[in-house]
């Protein structure tokens, strides 16, 4: 080999080692484009990016490839940084995805707990009109108990003249067993009302009977505030004679004739009418 021709071996020897020794061990982007592309690969959730994905990878094999050839530096970073803009763009689709499955879960959450509230106040409502139910049912058989009847306006229950003095409103002691009664009633149920209506026959004056019925009838109403009754329950009036159930024209129906009529609302009605 003649002189020449080593100078020129020479010189494409120191080119070869020149070329290689222009790609660093350590390109930055390189790196990160190493780092960033397998973790967005291995996401649960990579199928809500999976094109940008696949362009990261792409583009991670081409500057890899490059890197093992020693290629141009600027060529090794434009692909690196291309498959990192990638994954980045990946990364941020998984990261919107994971934020709305929260939000579905949490208005799921949401929405669940509602649904349970509003069973579980369906069913407190239920167990209460079941129970007000059965305690209605237990009133109306107290009250049937008392002798009361059933009338359009409402159960009715007569005291007859017995439990009075002749031409008084006193109540006789055998009258207190019955108002004892009564007044249970009334105060297991607040909402129910009661009419206290006072009659008498038609012997003596027609003011002296409305006066007589009036007294009967708030005799019966003290009994009832006694035995712990609200007054907002009651309401008592005086009929008088004007409207009587039999023939005054005979003792017995006069005696039929002297009453007081409790008049039982339905819960939750209002006070029974004056009407007769």
């Known amino acids: 080999m003649n002189r020449l021709q080593r100078v020129l071996l020479s010189g494409a020897v120191v080119a070869i080692f020149a070329a290689c020794a222009s790609v660093p061990e350590n390109i930055e982007e390189l790196q990160t484009a190493r780092a960033v592309v397998p973790q967005v690969e291995a996401s649960p959730r990579a ?12 583009a991670l094999d081409r500057a890899n490839r490059l890197a093992e050839r020693g290629a141009d530096l600027d060529e090794i970073r434009h692909e690196a940084q291309i498959a990192t803009l990638n994954a980045e763009i990946a990364n941020e689709r998984i990261l919107a995805a994971q934020a709305r499955e929260e939000i579905e879960k ?3 959450e949401r929405q669940a707990v ?9 069913q407190r409502r239920a167990q209460q009109a ?3 139910r059965q305690r209605a049912s237990s009133l109306e058989q107290e009250l049937a108990a008392l002798k009361a009847k059933p ?4 159960m009715v229950l ?3 003249d017995v439990l009075f003095d002749t031409a008084q409103a006193t109540l006789k002691p055998g009258a207190y067993p019955t108002i004892e009664r009564v007044a249970e009633v009334l105060k ?47 309401i008592s009036i005086g009929k008088g004679e004007t409207f009587p159930i039999a023939s005054n024209d005979d003792a017995g129906g006069r005696q039929q004739n002297r009453r007081v009529e409790l ?12 009407v007769n």
């Open 114 to 122: 509602l649904i349970e509230n509003r069973e579980r106040e369906a």
């Open 263 to 274: 008049i039982f609302a339905d819960a939750g009605s209002s006070v029974a009418s004056d």
């Open 47 to 58: 199928g809500v990016a999976a094109t940008y994905i696949s362009e990261a990878r792409k």
């Open 188 to 234: 297991a149920e607040p909402d129910r009302r009661v009419t206290i209506e006072g009659h008498t026959d038609s012997r003596g004056s027609d003011e002296y009977n409305q006066q007589l019925s009036e007294r009967r009838a708030a005799a019966v109403e003290a009994a009832l505030v006694e035995r712990g009754v609200s007054r907002d329950q009651i």
């Open 130 to 132: 079941e129970m007000e």
């Open 158 to 160: 007569t005291l007859g």
């Open 151 to 154: 009338t359009p306006r409402g």
């Open 106 to 108: 949490g208005q799921a």
